[in-house]
């Protein structure tokens, strides 16, 4: 091999390979909007006028769950990926086709299974023999909202077919790059309960949704209610388009102007980097995170609280904000150890102990 070594320590090299960077000509620019694109009351409440229909034709299907429903408002909001987690019959899939009735934008389902393969999601090349040509045919991966229901069920290799879509937006067969559509959302979910025939999702894929939800069985009044509504054999409610994906591209513009204070910005990174090891002496967690969260969490944490302030009306970011959507955000985000495993801590608890510890501005 012709390859140059870099030279010692403390001597200079005529190599450009090897000259000391200029690190504030790399150092990125901060991204700050001036006082005239903030957004303003007024903004924030016409270009939100459309959450409430939204809210009221989902809860025409979907009985209670409204943690849920808020949640997935934000994803949509905010252009990240969901993983919704809880035992069958809890309407996680009904809450995410309903979701998908509701806004004007193309629509796929797909049920994972272990016999899938990667090309059943993204497409592949098919050869034409009229003309001896290969062709390339699009997977049902090419709409706005992907439903991937049970998505630990499939193996690895179909799991790490969508790695590149939810990251970069794109999709790659043979040697073409295609773009996918815009708004692109993958809504996915998994059973906790079954561990026979299925999966682990990889910490890279992990990583790569917004926020992780836990779907939480309904209080008695939500249960009767269902009761009330669903006990028919009759055709289910189906939800109406109320909301088109140009109304949510100027919703976008405009949670994006949302203020940010600076204390609220540092206690965003305060947040993030108090999970990762070694932990803040105060927090008494050594030895009990194993991996903390990457700094996708605390983009996530950023545009997930102005999501929050935008929902409620508001041009700007509170702390509780923050905290509100802390846990989803991080749940997925941050390992415990063995130790922590044998005295029952979860990373829910380390997150809970984090957001009670540290002073909120």
């Known amino acids: 091999m012709n390859q140059k070594a870099a030279p010692p320590p403390g001597e200079q090299s005529l190599d450009p390979r090897y000259q000391p960077a200029d690190v504030d000509a790399v150092r990125p620019v901060p991204v700050e909007f001036d006082p005239g694109m903030r957004a303003g009351r007024e903004t ?18 979907i009985v209670g769950q409204r943690y849920v429903l808020e949640r997935l408002l934000i994803a949509l909001l905010t252009n990240g990926h969901v993983l919704m987690e809880g035992v069958p019959g809890l309407a996680k899939t009904l809450a995410l086709k309903t979701l998908a009735s509701c806004v004007a934008v193309h629509f796929k389902r797909l ?24 062709r390339t045919k699009q997977g049902p991966i090419f709409s706005n909202l992907i439903l991937a229901d ?3 069920r499939a193996p690895a290799k179909v799991q790490s077919a969508l790695l590149e879509a939810m990251q970069e ?6 040697d073409e790059t295609y ?8 809504l996915a979910t998994q059973n906790p309960l079954e561990q026979e025939g299925t999966y682990p999702l990889p910490e890279a894929q992990i990583d790569r949704f917004m926020m992780k939800v836990i779907v939480n069985y309904p209080s008695r009044q939500e249960e009767r209610a269902i009761l009330d509504a669903m006990s028919t054999t009759g055709p289910m409610v189906v939800a109406r388009p109320v909301v088109s994906a140009a109304q949510i591209e100027d919703a976008r513009h405009v949670v994006n102007t949302i203020y940010i204070d600076d204390k609220v910005r ?8 108090a999970t990762r090891p070694p932990n803040p002496p105060a927090l ?19 545009l997930g609280a102005r999501a929050m302030a935008f929902i409620q009306g508001r041009h700007f970011v509170i702390p509780q904000d923050v905290k509100a ?6 749940r997925h985000r941050v390992s415990v150890t063995y130790e922590a495993e044998a005295e029952n801590i979860s990373s829910e608890n380390v997150i809970e102990k984090i957001l009670n510890t540290l002073p909120v501005p």
Not at 45 to 61: F, N, T, Y
Not at 115 to 126: E, K, Q, R, S, W
Not at 266 to 273: A, G, S
């Open 44 to 61: 924030v409440m016409a270009k939100s006028a459309w959450i409430r229909p939204l809210q009221q034709e989902m809860a025409r299907v």
């Open 111 to 134: 049920q994972f299974t272990p016999d899938m393969l990667p090309a059943d999601i993204v497409g592949t090349m098919i050869y034409n023999p009229q003309d001896g040509a290969f």
């Open 150 to 152: 049970e998505i630990n």
């Open 169 to 174: 937006r794109q999709v790659t067969i043979g």
């Open 179 to 186: 773009p996918l559509p815009d708004p692109f959302l993958v």
């Open 266 to 273: 540092n206690y965003i990174v305060d947040l993030v980097i």
């Open 284 to 302: 008494k967690l050594d030895g009990y995170v194993q991996n903390g969260a990457s700094p996708r969490a605390t983009i996530a944490l950023t």
């Open 325 to 330: 959507i802390a846990i989803d955000v991080l």
